[in-house]
């Protein structure tokens, strides 16, 4: 079974950044791919990116493309989210998953591992 544990969340003031790590238990993700989710207190869990196994094929939702970009080193077995310009709007919980396909998707079904979530808390 995969374990995953995010770190790198934090407070930050509007405008600034913050870089999530996103690292397996395991040698491999199994060669799937591996996606970012946030989820904001009474909001439903949100997708925000995902990247294929080989790391060529990503796919970001619209409210982040431009400010947040997803990477993975499959060496060290982690999966980074870069997040540039944030807002109060962007305080959550994030996680990580690992999916059941090698393909990057949106839908929270699609991932079978999840971790505990990093705390990210936006100051205006």
């Known amino acids: 079974q995969v374990q995953l544990a995010e770190s790198g969340g934090g407070l930050v003031q509007a405008g600034g950044s913050l870089r999530l790590s996103c690292a397996a238990s395991e040698r491999t993700f199994s060669g799937n791919a591996v996606g970012w989710f946030r989820q904001a207190p009474g909001k439903e869990r949100e997708f925000l990116a995902a990247i294929s196994w080989s790391g060529a094929i990503i796919f970001a939702a619209n409210s982040v493309k431009g400010r947040f970009t997803i990477s993975r080193d499959n060496a060290k077995n982690t999966v980074l989210l870069q997040m540039n310009s944030l807002s109060p709007e962007d305080t959550a919980v994030y996680y990580c998953?690992?999916?059941?396909?090698?393909?990057?998707?949106?839908?929270?079904?699609?991932?079978?591992?999840w971790g505990q979530g990093t705390q990210v808390t936006v100051s205006s």
């Open positions: 998953a690992s999916s059941r396909f090698p393909i990057p998707r949106a839908a929270r079904a699609d991932y079978e591992y």
